[in-house]
């Protein structure tokens, strides 16, 4: 079951997402060569705490941090660890999401440290562009498929694949509601977009095909091929004005004064 939000909803989610733009403003800063992905993490909680907020993840069916942070090869939920140490020359994923007062926001970022490869630089671009090929379908009429189908098309363009086994979602109050949101698919096919939803859009792109393992920690989800991966989340939440990017670089004020 899709649940639709009302205004005064999407502007707790708003504020959610307001609150996990600052951590995420602020976590970058730690994000270099030489750190651990355990001391990000650490960062991020600390983060997290002064925003007066709650990890979204943290303890989500035994998760055991607040971040998920990924690097190279690794698509998603990789977890943090003191002995996983960056370096120059590697792209990493650091995906985080909030609880406020009720009201979940969800967000990635893939960033690179130093020079990287121009295949890994172009790969978090299209991860990032692929996000707004998805976003630009948000409109009265069209289907979650739409949005899928452009997404795949466009990402399959650039010479790279997505992944199939991990989906982008709905969100508001839980972090995973309905309708799922793939990054493949027909168009026409699925869920008609509706005001009121709020999905947590997210390409997982990969340089190589598109399979993946689960490591024996039954989180780390790695490339099959150990190719790059790249990932992209922002929460989008659908309005009578379009679609609106709670927690991508748009200002807050924004979205502050919804009309009535
Ligand atoms: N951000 C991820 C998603 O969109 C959730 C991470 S799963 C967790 O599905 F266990 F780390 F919370
Ligand atoms: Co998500």
Redesign the pocket.
Known sequence: MISLKSKNEISLMAESAKRLKAVFRELKKNVRAGVTTGEIDEKAEELIRNQKTKS??KG??G?PACA?ISPNDVV??GIPSKNCRLDVGDIVSV?M?LIYEGYYS?A?RTWSLGNVTSEAQNLIQVARKAFYVGMAEMQIGNRIGDMSHAIQSYVESCGFSVVRDFVG?GIGRA??EDPQVPNFGTPGRGPKLEVGMVL?I?PMVVAGKHEVDILKDSWTVVTRDRKLAAHY?DTVAFTEKGPVNLTGPQEYSDFEAPED
């Open positions: 979204a993840f989500y069916r998760y998920c998603v939920h995906d999401g969800d990635a979602h972090l995973h947590a997210e989340e």
